[in-house]
Nanobody, 124 residues
């Protein structure tokens, strides 16, 4: 059974850091590009950052560039999103997704497997 489970969300203060994890099972993780998305209330889901099977990180959202870092550990079937200098605009539900491809894509529908999300709330 394929599963992607996000964890690490919570409520933090503006300026704080948070580390989200995406734990995968049921498929060959190392063959999948991993993307992170978020959806704020009343807004569309947006692609943030992705990491390819060769560990190349691609940032899609300019607002997180330099603040969010995505890494993967194929031995643990896990991807981690390190977020720093958080602000209220980062408040959203965060999702990870896996795409059976060597390359990334910023489109949610381009991914084969998707998690249920973890909530991040940043208070100013």
């Amino acid at each position: 059974q394929v599963q992607l489970v996000e964890s690490g969300g919570g409520s933090v203060q503006s300026g704080d850091s948070l580390r989200l994890s995406c734990s995968a099972s049921g498929f060959t993780f190392e063959n999948y590009a991993i993307g992170w998305f978020r959806q704020a209330p009343g807004k569309e889901r947006e692609g943030l950052v992705c990491i390819t099977t060769s560990n190349k990180e691609i940032v899609y959202d300019a607002s997180v560039k330099g603040r969010f870092t995505l890494s993967r550990d194929n031995a643990k079937n896990m991807a981690s999103l390190q977020m720093s200098s958080l602000n209220s605009d980062d408040t959203a539900k965060y999702y990870c997704a896996a795409r059976h491809s060597l390359v990334c894509n910023s489109n949610w529908d381009a991914y084969d497997f998707r998690g249920q999300g973890t909530q991040v709330t940043v208070s100013s």
